[in-house]
């Protein structure tokens, strides 16, 4: 048991400490040098055009609250698309209740419903990916990434679910211990000197950690960097109002020696 | 797609290669049948591939502008790669667009190209694709180690500048697609990089990049030396004093200490029926009591160099104007009908020469002409008989640059509700397309950015068909009978559009026609 248990402690943290390195630094990497440091040398805001700073603000939250501009073009693709993205956001939130302790009201408000908000979750990923292989459209531009990350989030969210219920139900005191101690600097430290921290025995909470950690690992590599990326997108976080106010190109800042030449 | 043998090989032979598979042949088209509705199509693939834009061969203009005179040069994957490169470094809305398209789909129904071709690589998430391709095995970690098939990425061949140059020609920058994509994905942007990538190594496309040559060597798209400006303009005038019976009414040309340096496409100089609407500019201004001059030196206000993601180039035809104002010392800068060129001078031509505030500080901005006729309704400066148009019942087409560009009067929406004020103020009948057919959801006319040539018909004509159909179902519901225009490159396809789908030809016109006719001259009541 202990040979196992030991090989299963030290493979499962050094892996969720990989993703979780690899998705800060990924993450924030792309943001800051890729996204936010690449010069744009033009205004090129789209309709609807706020004049204002806070125009742009509120047109963006539309589009990240609401969905607004895809609720523009497909309903389905907008309905099954928000909606994951929602109960997708509310299971994560209530996972700090792993965390944090004491846990906060607003982690746990959602009790009673988060079983069946998972099973939406899990349905609206369904549904996502059906569209994906049957949609003419759709099919025709998915790459294998497409499927790769829905199948990949498909098998977290069940997993995730599958715990729910006997007998993959693991023990939530160990799994709190595990976390905690994962948490702890000092168990880092543990891992360089080949003493892990304890994870709980149950392969399915294995396996849904196993995955999130494939998941972090691969999130600043591919589309899934939308996320922070929307932020960044000039058709959408500019203010319109170029006649006004002069832009800078940074790379041609120009002169009025120049200009007048 | 496979791997081409290495260029280095066979030197000489990757520029016959590619020049057999992107050869111009004339084809033949035909308009799809209109019903009043717009039909998502299905899928036919590879349905436009034979479609190619011819290539410039003339060395003098290539070198002028500064691309290789003879064909795809051999090196090309290095300095394709390169130039991608510095595109990506220098324009983050391209970087950006290459990374977080989650090829969801939204976008594949939205661009006219698709709709009229069922090409699926006009699809706008197909068309980025190509480019994303390259980028996924060149520019990201994963597809650097591991290769294309990982990432599902291509390796440069010839196969793949032949689709670069075929459907990167496809695309009218209408940014259309842009509105409708959760993220903001603006496909022009990539068109445009894409476009000047393939300058780079030498596969030039002719129409257009003549006209960039000629508004930097003669200050206008269509190759006018400035003693044919003047006496295009000297007609036009004596024409107005004719008809009108009016001696004073004016087209002033180089004018010193005008107030107004009006800039236009050139083709409003003679074209038809581009050529009504200066004569409804001149009776504006004439009635409005505001002097006003065009000019030799900036006789062009489109700028095909916003097509290309070649800064100096657009830079430099913007030039012309600033100069031109600066030298006729006038005190402000307005616009005549025209998409593209709204957009430089709006959005652009600040950040690249900075505002016009050397002219008069009350004046930084250059204005629209239907901003200024507006305003000149409205205060009552206009004596107008609608009864003149009392034939017409009209409806408008946004122009996609001005519709998804900037605003106009400095509030939301102005770019929609200026001009069809001014259809208003002058037509007493005025009805709406759908609409999904109109405003931000506007279709390009399917000729803009660059794909006006006649080289360019099958897509000119498949394209055009969303605004067709919207036209024939206000035709139909409402007796629409006048498609008001305010772009050049709209009046040019258009009235090769309405006859090739069956309507008569003099049903398109610009807003300014019919202000024309409606205007009363004489008896000045003045502002
Ligand atoms: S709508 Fe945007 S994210 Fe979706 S496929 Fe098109 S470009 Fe990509
Ligand atoms: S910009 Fe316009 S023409 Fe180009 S892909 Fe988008 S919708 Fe089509
Ligand atoms: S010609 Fe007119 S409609 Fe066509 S692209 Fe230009 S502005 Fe848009």
């Known amino acids: 048991m202990g040979g196992i248990q030991f090989i299963i402690n030290m493979a499962l943290g050094s892996l969720i400490y990989l993703g979780l390195l690899i998705f800060v630094v990924g993450f924030v990497h792309k943001l800051y040098n890729v996204y936010y440091k690449t010069p744009q040398p033009l205004k090129i805001p789209q309709t609807p055009q706020p004049t204002t700073l806070g125009g742009v603000i509120l047109r963006m939250a539309g589009d990240v609250l609401f969905f607004r501009s895809l609720s523009k073009g497909t309903t389905l693709l907008f309905f099954s698309g928000w909606i994951f993205h929602v109960t997708f956001f509310l299971i994560l939130q209530r996972h700090l209740r792993y965390v944090l302790s004491p846990v906060p009201a607003c982690v746990t408000f959602l009790n009673q419903a988060a079983l069946f908000i998972g099973f939406v979750l899990l349905l609206a990923l369904i549904v996502l990916l059906v569209r994906r292989l049957l949609d003419e459209r759709t099919k025709y531009v998915t790459n294998f990434s497409d499927v790769f990350v829905l199948l990949l989030i498909i098998g977290i969210v069940t997993t995730g679910i599958m715990m729910r219920y006997e007998p993959f139900r693991p023990d939530v005191v160990g799994v709190k211990g595990f976390i905690s101690d994962l948490l702890a600097p000092a168990t880092a430290v543990g891992y360089m000197t080949l003493h892990p921290a304890h994870a709980p025995a149950s392969l399915m909470f294995i396996f849904h950690l196993g995955l999130v950690s494939i998941l972090l690992m691969y999130f600043p590599f591919s589309k899934l960097m939308h996320s922070g990326g929307y932020f960044f997108s000039p058709t959408r976080n500019m203010i319109n109002n170029p006649r006004d106010v002069r832009y800078v190109n940074p790379w041609d800042k120009g002169s009025k020696e120049e200009a007048t030449k | ?527």
């Open chain 2, 1 to 527: 797609m496979t791997d081409a043998k290495a260029p280095t090989d066979a030197p000489g032979d990757c520029n016959a290669r590619v020049q057999e598979l992107i050869k111009y042949v004339k084809l033949p088209y035909d308009h799809v049948e209109l019903t009043g509705e717009i039909k998502v199509p299905k899928i036919q693939r590879d349905s436009m591939i034979k479609v190619h834009a011819q290539q410039l061969t003339s060395k003098d203009t290539l070198a002028r502008l500064g691309y290789p005179t003879d064909g795809l040069i051999p090196n090309w994957k290095e300095v394709f790669l390169e130039k991608m490169d510095e595109i990506l470094k220098k324009y983050k809305s391209v970087r950006l667009f290459m990374d977080i398209c989650v090829r969801c789909g939204a976008c594949t129904d939205k661009c006219h190209y698709f709709l009229g071709t069922g090409d699926p690589r006009n699809m706008p998430v197909a068309r980025a694709e190509l480019m994303r391709k390259v980028y996924r095995r060149y520019f990201t970690w994963p597809g650097k180690l591991f290769g294309s098939k990982f990432v599902d990425g291509w390796d440069l061949s010839e196969e793949v500048l032949v689709l670069w140059y075929t459907y990167f020609y496809q695309c009218s920058e209408c940014r259309r697609c842009a509105v409708f994509c959760p993220y903001g994905i603006d496909t022009a942007e990539i068109t445009m990089a894409a476009r000047e990538i393939l300058n780079s190594v030498g596969l030039v496309q002719k129409y257009m990049h003549e006209i960039i040559d000629k508004a930097q060597v003669l200050g206008n798209n269509l190759g006018m030396q400035a003693n044919a400006v003047v006496n295009s303009l000297e007609f036009v005038r004596d024409e107005l004093q004719e008809t009108t019976e009016i001696p004073e009414i004016d087209v002033p040309i180089d004018v010193e200490g005008a107030d107004v340096l009006f800039v236009t496409p050139s083709a409003d100089f003679f074209a038809s029926p581009h050529i009504e609407s200066l004569y409804g500019y001149a009776k504006v201004f004439h009635q409005a009591g505001i002097s006003w001059t065009m000019s030799t030196h900036a006789s062009e206000g489109g700028n095909f160099g916003m097509f290309v993601h070649n800064y100096e180039h657009m830079k430099k035809i913007n030039k012309r104007i600033w100069d031109a104002a600066r030298a006729l010392k006038v005190k402000r800068v307005i616009g005549g009908e025209c998409g593209h060129m709204w957009r430089v001078l709006s959005s652009f031509s600040n950040t690249m020469w900075g505002p016009f505030d050397y002219l008069d500080a009350k004046y930084p901005r250059p204005q629209h002409i239907c901003e200024f006729t507006l305003d000149m309704l409205k205060r009552g400066a206009l004596k107008i008989d609608k009864t003149a148009n009392a034939e017409f019942t009209a409806t408008i087409h946004d122009s996609c640059q001005v519709a998804r560009g900037m605003e106009m009067g400095g509030q939301k929406y102005g770019q929609f509700e200026i001009p069809r004020g001014v259809i208003k103020g002058v037509c007493e009948k005025f009805v709406d397309m759908p609409e999904n057919t109109i405003k931000e959801r506007t279709f390009c006319c399917a000729a803009g950015q660059g794909l006006l040539g006649d080289d360019m018909m099958p897509t000119r004509v498949k394209g055009a068909m969303p605004r067709m159909q919207a036209y024939s179902y206000v035709k139909k519901e409402n007796g629409v009978n006048f498609l008001a225009l305010i772009c050049a490159i709209c009046k040019a396809q258009f009235s090769k559009m309405l006859p090739t789908y069956g309507f008569p030809m003099e049903e398109v016109g610009g807003i300014h026609q019919l202000v024309g006719r409606a205007i009363v001259l004489g008896a000045k009541e003045g502002i």
